[in-house]
C-alpha cells in the first residue's frame, strides 16, 4: 500500500512534470522549488489533516445525535476512523 501511494505521488510530482516541462526548462531553480512547494505541503498537509480528523468529529458530534435513532445507530457514527 505504501509503495502504491509513494508511487503515485512521485508520479504527479516527477513524471508529470517532466512530460509537461520542455527539456530545457527542467532544471530552472524556479520548477525546482515548485516541486519542492509540492512534496513538502504534501509531507504535512495530509498528515494534519488525519490526525484532526474533521470527518470523524462530523459524524460522532453532529450526525450522531442528530440521526441517532436508537443505540446501535448512534454508535455506529462513533466508530473510531480505519487507519492503516
Do not use: C
Not at 9 to 33: K, Q, Y
Request: aromatic content about 16%; overall charge neutral; charged content about 10%.
Amino acid at each position: 500500500m505504501y509503495l502504491k501511494i509513494a508511487s503515485a505521488h512521485w508520479a504527479n510530482t516527477a513524471i508529470i512534470i517532466f512530460v509537461i516541462v520542455p527539456f530545457v526548462e527542467t532544471l530552472t531553480p524556479d520548477l525546482l522549488f515548485q516541486v519542492y512547494t509540492v512534496l513538502l505541503a504534501d509531507m504535512f498537509s495530509y498528515p494534519v489533516y488525519r490526525l484532526l480528523d474533521p470527518v470523524g468529529h462530523f459524524n460522532r458530534f453532529v450526525l450522531g445525535p442528530l440521526l441517532g435513532r436508537n443505540q446501535a445507530i448512534v454508535n455506529s457514527y462513533f466508530q473510531a476512523t480505519e487507519w492503516r
